[in-house]
């Protein structure tokens, strides 16, 4: 392996951090619902932040399968919205220093990545590192977004419930992050949301907020949540007019809302998985975009 420090260059001039928390979102996996984006946003935007460390995304990204966007205007090239994968530090509402990693998941060296995150997470004294994103569930909005959380140590995620026993998955940079990082005796865990399967398209801050939530509660960080709480109660009225303005939607909410009391009442049978229930849906939304494109509609 390359030397993974030869991977990110390191501000010489970093602040004092004591033991800081390090959140890590990085982009390109399942994130239904965008709760990544969401929580990572509400964070940057709400509290001052400056970049201690930057990746050569060069190393590590696909472009041509992440074509990153460029503005055309009349008769030039007028802007290129340069990939970053950037180590932030910032201060939460009580002073206390925690660091944020973000951006693009690398498609290339995975390991010397997290290898460079490591000796980060080893340089500035990191305590616990938290992952954080949504995944689609056959679940309605109406009833309490549920999350799954996994960690290193089951002490970090005492209390929560334990929604699944074993299932195999495509990897992540952020699972397998979690995953070395608990192998070389550090504490790591994550938080995934779940978004109702017909929501997962589109920004979800309720499940973003619940995420949110567990984060502050995990972490002791006194994180900025009222802008996220506005945005959900619109998001929220939003989806209740969709839902009453059409039956065949509303149906749909009934009958997860049955399969979901069910299951919790019984814990005797699996969830329904999203493509028996959201199939139904995902055609209404289909029409509904095709009606759009359509100026007769």
Same mark, same amino acid.
């Given at each position: 392996?390359?030397?993974?420090?030869?991977?990110?260059?390191?501000?010489?001039?970093?602040?004092?951090?004591?033991?800081?928390?390090?959140?890590?979102?990085?982009?390109?996996?399942?994130?239904?619902?965008?709760?990544?984006?969401?929580?990572?946003?509400?964070?940057?935007?709400?509290?001052?932040?400056?970049?201690?460390?930057?990746?050569?995304?060069?190393?590590?990204?696909?472009?041509?399968?992440?074509?990153?966007?460029?503005?055309?205007?009349?008769?030039?090239?007028?802007?290129?919205?340069?990939?970053?994968?950037?180590?932030?530090?910032?201060?939460?509402?009580?002073?206390?220093?925690?660091?944020?990693?973000?951006?693009?998941?690398?498609?290339?060296?995975?390991?010397?990545?997290?290898?460079? &995150? %490591?000796? =980060?997470? +080893?340089?500035?004294?990191?305590? $616990?590192?938290?992952?954080?994103?949504?995944? *689609?569930? @056959?679940?309605?909005?109406?009833?309490?977004?549920?999350?799954?959380?996994?960690?290193?140590?089951?002490?970090?995620?005492?209390?929560?419930?334990?929604?699944?026993?074993?299932?195999?998955?495509?990897?992540?940079?952020?699972?397998?992050?979690?995953?070395?990082?608990?192998?070389?005796?550090?504490?790591?865990?994550?938080?995934?949301?779940?978004?109702?399967?017909?929501?997962?398209?589109?920004?979800?801050?309720?499940?973003?907020?619940?995420?949110?939530?567990?984060?502050?509660?995990?972490?002791?960080?006194?994180?900025?949540?009222?802008?996220?709480?506005?945005?959900?109660?619109?998001?929220?009225?939003?989806?209740?007019?969709?839902?009453?303005?059409?039956?065949?939607?509303?149906?749909? &909410? %009934?009958? =997860?809302? +049955?399969?979901?009391?069910?299951? $919790?009442?019984?814990?005797?049978?699996?969830? *329904?998985? @999203?493509?028996?229930?959201?199939?139904?849906?995902?055609?209404?939304?289909?029409?509904?975009?095709?009606?759009?494109?359509?100026?007769?509609?």
């Amino acid at each position: 392996m390359l030397d993974p420090e030869e991977l990110y260059h390191l501000d010489p001039d970093i602040p004092e951090l004591g033991s800081p928390v390090l959140l890590c979102d990085l982009d390109g996996f399942v994130d239904a619902g965008g709760i990544g984006g969401l929580v990572r946003d509400q964070v940057i935007s709400q509290l001052e932040n400056f970049t201690i460390a930057t990746f050569d995304v060069d190393q590590l990204i696909d472009y041509r399968s992440r074509r990153p966007t460029m503005t055309y205007v009349e008769d030039h090239w007028a802007t290129y919205d340069v990939p970053a994968l950037v180590l932030r530090t910032a201060r939460d509402a009580l002073g206390t220093p925690f660091l944020l990693l973000s951006g693009p998941e690398p498609d290339y060296q995975w390991e010397r990545f997290i290898a460079a &995150v %490591r000796a =980060l997470v +080893e340089r500035l004294g990191v305590r $616990l590192t938290v992952g954080f994103n949504g995944i *689609p569930m @056959a679940v309605p909005h109406t009833r309490p977004i549920g999350l799954t959380a996994h960690a290193t140590r089951p002490e970090l995620v005492a209390g929560h419930t334990r929604w699944l026993s074993e299932v195999r998955v495509p990897g992540s940079v952020a699972a397998l992050l979690e995953f070395r990082l608990g192998r070389a005796g550090h504490d790591a865990l994550g938080f995934a949301a779940h978004v109702p399967h017909y929501l997962s398209q589109a920004a979800y801050p309720a499940a973003a907020l619940a995420v949110l939530d567990a984060i502050i509660e995990a972490t002791g960080l006194a994180l900025p949540a009222d802008q996220l709480r506005a945005s959900a109660r619109t998001a929220d009225a939003q989806i209740a007019r969709q839902v009453e303005n059409s039956e065949e939607i509303g149906s749909i &909410v %009934r009958m =997860l809302e +049955e399969q979901y009391d069910s299951y $919790l009442s019984a814990h005797e049978q699996d969830m *329904p998985t @999203a493509e028996e229930l959201g199939a139904q849906f995902e055609r209404f939304l289909a029409e509904q975009d095709q009606r759009g494109d359509n100026p007769d509609h």
